[in-house]
């Protein structure tokens, strides 16, 4: 290399390191894994203790719809159900246009025995009891095969687990600068360490695990690695421009540095329009935007974090290691 060629690179490098203050995450790395690991460990507990709710389009069950009049409680009514039914209960208000036009809700549930004539009496008593006033009459009630949604759910997989193994062949050659599949592995992890996060959120939460859950998840996967590859191109360029000298940890503690900046920012911008949303539906009592908003900013979240301190940190402990298997070799 000419004189004058490691001049201006020297400025390169002098003008890049003025421009970002440079933090420590490496040194902190064992504050990162430590803290994803309670993580996961909260959620496994979590489905212990609050269990988890799948719905009936996952595992079948029963809908019965009544209509009314006047104004009910969604709770309430949920809370009288399963009293009766011993099982959980959900409860959906709607209307139907048979004609005119006629307010309708919808009690759904799971149960290992059939929901014969006499219990459907029973219940239909009970809510009518709560709301003497409300007029309710039972409408229908159809049983759900859990085949479709098992179907649904198994598609869902698939394609998920399609999309990590063609994550990690792109990134594998996009960034085969920077050791290309181990890269791609580690933002994989990082994509099943933000899904966890989510799953754990719909738990803690007690949302069910329904189409809501599967839309969640999909796009967790596509917004969350989006960070990951931002960082894992700066640690590309900066590998170019840096000394050759420069160690790994220095290396991608600048990157970080760097893209931090844009990934909270971009976070921000997203986890505050999700908030928005999730306040609106609050005020408004429609619970399924809920459903899909609140996970929605839990995994926006968790993806901030993980492309920043849990996807390099892996990546860097295992390239550590493999150059100290090789120095030892």
């Known amino acids: 290399m000419s004189k004058s060629k490691k001049n201006t690179k020297k400025t390169n490098v002098q003008s890049l390191l003025e421009q970002v203050r440079v933090r420590d995450f490496y040194g902190n790395r064992k504050k990162f894994f430590v803290l994803s690991a309670v993580l996961m460990v909260l959620v496994l507990a979590s489905c212990f203790i609050f269990g988890v ?30 009293d009766y039914l011993g099982t959980h209960t959900k409860v959906q208000t709607g209307e139907t246009f048979t004609g005119e036009r006629q307010k309708t809700f919808t009690v759904s549930f799971s149960m290992d025995k059939p929901f014969d004539a006499s219990m459907q009496e029973e219940l239909l ?8 006033d409300a007029q309710i009459e039972s409408l229908e009630t159809n049983d759900v095969a859990a085949s479709s949604g098992k179907r649904f759910l198994a598609k869902c997989l698939v394609a998920a687990i399609f999309a990590a193994v063609v994550l990690i062949l792109y990134i594998a050659w996009r960034f085969k600068r920077i050791s290309g599949w181990s890269a791609g592995v580690f933002a994989v992890a990082a994509l ?13 939460c007690g949302f069910e695990i329904d189409s809501n859950f599967m839309a969640v998840i999909l796009t967790i996967l596509g917004y969350s690695v989006n960070d990951t590859i931002v960082v894992y191109d700066r640690i ?25 900046k844009r990934t909270i920012r971009t976070s921000i911008t997203t986890i505050t329009a999700m908030l928005i949303v999730t306040i609106l539906a609050t005020v408004n009592n429609v619970a399924s935007i809920q459903h899909f908003s609140i996970p929605m900013t839990v995994g926006m979240i968790s993806g901030c974090y993980s492309s920043l301190c849990f996807a390099p940190m892996l990546w860097i402990a295992w390239k550590t290691r493999s150059k100290k298997a090789k120095s030892e070799d």
């Open 53 to 82: 709710n799948i719905s009936i389009e996952f595992k079948g069950g029963t809908l019965a719809t009544y209509s009314y009049e006047n104004s009910i409680d969604e709770n309430d009514l949920a809370a009288v159900a399963r």
């Open 125 to 132: 008593q009970k809510m009518q009891e709560k709301y003497p």
């Open 192 to 204: 099943i360490h933000d899904l966890i996060i989510v799953f754990g959120t719909f738990v803690v």
């Open 236 to 260: 590309r360029e900066n590998q170019s421009i840096l000394p050759a000298g420069t160690k790994l940890p220095e290396l991608v503690n600048i990157s970080l540095s760097q893209t931090m």
